[in-house]
C-alpha cells in the first residue's frame, strides 16, 4: 500500500475537523447556542416520529392522542394545545428512552448516599466491592430489562454459586434493596423489591453453615493470663494499647482514635473515702477506604454504630494504665503515636500477632479480645444494661448471640464435671 497508513490519515483529518471548529467557536464564527437548541429539536421531532399514535384535535377544542400502557396496553391522554400535548408525548419517550445499566444505577445511588454524607468512605467502598463480587457479570443489563422474577432469580443463584453464608446473602439483599428502591423512585422499575424478597423460596439450609470453636473466638481463661502477664511485663506503647484493649473491650479502630481527651480519671467521695476510677470516651473511630487506587485510613468523628457512642468504665485496678498513657503522650493529637503519626489499627493487629508467636499462642484478632471481654462481663453477671453499654451494642442479644463464648479450657471443664455428683463412678472406685 506504499506506506499509505489509513488509520493515521483518518486520524489526523479528525485532528484537523476538531481545529477548524475549535477556531470557529473561539472566533465567534458558530453560534453554540443556536446549534444546541436546532439539535434538541431535532432529536424531539424525532421522538414524535416514533410516537405511533396519531395527536389529534377533538371536537372540544382539546388535543388528544394515545400513550403505551402496560396494564391497559394504551391510555387515552389530553391537553389543552398542541405543543402541550406534544411535549407530553416528548416526555414520555424521553424517560422510555432513557434505560439506564445496573452498573449505572448501582453508581449514583451509592454515589449520591456518599454525597449526602448518610454513608462513610468505607461503607460506599464495601457496597462497591459487593456490587462488583456478584453483579459483575450483568452489571451492563439495563434496568428495565429486569423483571422481579430475573431478579429473584439471579439473587438465588448466587447462593450455591459463591457458597454464601446467610450473613452474605444478607449483605448482597441489602445493597440490591438500595439500587432499585431508587430505581423505583426514579420511574425505572415499577416492581417493590421487597416484594421479590418475600416471594423469594430460601431456606436455611441453602446457606453454608459456618461452625465457629470457641477456643477460636475468644482467649481462654489461661491464654488471657500469660498474655496479660507479658504486656505487663513489657509496657511499650503497643503493649499498653493491647492491655487497654483487654481490660475494655474496646474495638480496635475505637483505640487508635483515642485523643489524651478521651481517657479521663474520675474521684468521687463519700463518707471521707475517696474513689478513684477511668473513663474511656468512645466517639470516633478509624475508617478506610480506596481513593485513587490507594488505600486511605483516617479517623472520623463518629462511632461505628449508633450505640457505640459510650462511656467505658475502667477497672480501678488499671487506672495506673490511663495516667501513664497520659504521660507518655501529654501533648499529642492522639493517646497512640509512633513516630509523630498515628498508630493505625494494622499496628496493634501485628504486635498481638507477635505477642502471640512469641508466647506459643494461637493468633486470634484484636476483634477476639472484645469478645473475650465481653464473655467475661457475662460470666461474671454484671447486668444486662452494664453490659450493653460497656460493649456499645443496641441489646444484649447482640451480646449473648455473637460474642459470648466458653473460655475454660478442656482440663478445666473435666473437673468442673468431675465435681457433679451424677457423673461420679461410684463403682469405678
Known amino acids: 500500500m506504499n506506506g499509505y497508513n489509513t488509520e493515521n490519515h483518518f486520524y489526523d483529518g479528525a485532528k484537523e475537523f476538531y481545529d477548524l471548529l475549535k477556531f470557529a467557536v473561539e472566533n465567534g464564527k458558530v453560534d453554540v447556542q443556536q446549534i444546541q437548541e436546532e439539535y434538541a429539536m431535532i432529536k424531539k421531532q424525532e421522538l414524535l416520529n416514533k410516537h405511533p399514535y396519531n395527536i389529534y384535535l377533538g371536537k372540544d ?15 387515552k391522554v389530553k391537553r389543552t394545545t398542541k405543543q402541550a400535548i406534544e411535549e407530553a408525548v416528548i416526555d414520555y419517550w424521553q424517560k422510555e428512552t432513557h434505560n439506564p445499566t445496573l452498573d449505572d444505577v448501582f453508581q449514583a445511588w451509592n454515589d449520591r448516599r456518599l454525597l449526602l454524607k448518610q454513608i462513610s468512605d468505607a461503607t460506599h467502598l464495601r457496597s462497591v466491592r459487593i456490587f462488583n463480587r456478584y453483579y459483575g457479570d450483568i452489571r451492563d443489563v439495563h434496568i428495565k430489562d429486569v423483571t422481579p422474577n430475573y431478579l429473584e432469580d439471579f439473587l438465588e443463584r448466587q447462593i ?6 446467610a450473613k452474605d446473602f444478607a449483605n448482597l439483599k441489602s445493597v440490591t434493596k438500595g439500587f432499585f428502591k431508587k430505581a423505583k423512585k426514579d420511574g425505572l422499575v415499577t416492581f417493590n423489591v421487597e416484594q421479590v424478597y418475600m416471594d423469594m423460596d430460601v431456606s436455611d439450609n441453602a446457606f453454608r453453615r459456618v461452625v465457629k470453636e470457641d477456643c477460636d473466638e475468644v482467649y481462654n481463661e489461661d491464654e488471657t493470663k500469660i498474655i496479660m502477664e507479658y504486656l505487663h511485663k513489657n509496657l511499650d506503647i503497643h503493649n499498653m494499647g493491647i492491655l487497654l484493649m483487654f481490660v475494655t473491650g474496646l474495638r480496635v479502630g475505637e483505640l487508635s482514635a483515642l485523643t489524651p481527651k478521651d481517657l479521663q480519671i474520675e474521684k468521687i467521695t ?84 507477635r505477642v502471640c508467636k512469641n508466647l506459643g499462642i494461637k493468633y486470634k484478632s ?24 460497656q460493649m456499645g451494642h443496641t441489646d444484649i442479644s447482640c451480646t449473648t448471640e455473637h460474642y459470648y463464648r466458653n473460655r475454660k479450657t478442656d482440663d478445666r471443664k473435666a473437673m468442673i464435671l468431675n465435681g457433679i455428683l451424677e457423673f461420679q463412678d461410684k463403682q469405678a472406685q
Not at 61 to 75: A, F, I, S
Not at 160 to 165: F, G, H, I
Open 366 to 389: 484484636p476483634h477476639k479480645i472484645r469478645k473475650t471481654y465481653g464473655t467475661i462481663l457475662m460470666d461474671n453477671e454484671v447486668g444486662a444494661r452494664f453490659i450493653t453499654n
Open 61 to 75: 377544542g382539546k388535543w388528544y392522542t394515545y400513550l403505551p400502557d402496560k396494564e391497559k396496553k394504551r391510555v
Open 270 to 353: 463519700e463518707n471521707k473515702v475517696e474513689t478513684v476510677y477511668g473513663k474511656v470516651l468512645v466517639s470516633k473511630t478509624e475508617t478506610k477506604y480506596l481513593k485513587d487506587g490507594k488505600a486511605v485510613f483516617e479517623v472520623v468523628n463518629k462511632a461505628k454504630t449508633e450505640a457505640g457512642m459510650r462511656t467505658v468504665i475502667v477497672p480501678p485496678d488499671y487506672i495506673w494504665l490511663l495516667k501513664r498513657l497520659l504521660r507518655q503522650n501529654p501533648f499529642g493529637e492522639y493517646v497512640f503515636m509512633y513516630n509523630g503519626k498515628r498508630m493505625k489499627e494494622e499496628a496493634f493487629r501485628k504486635r498481638l500477632q
Open 160 to 165: 450455591p454459586k459463591y457458597n454464601l453464608t
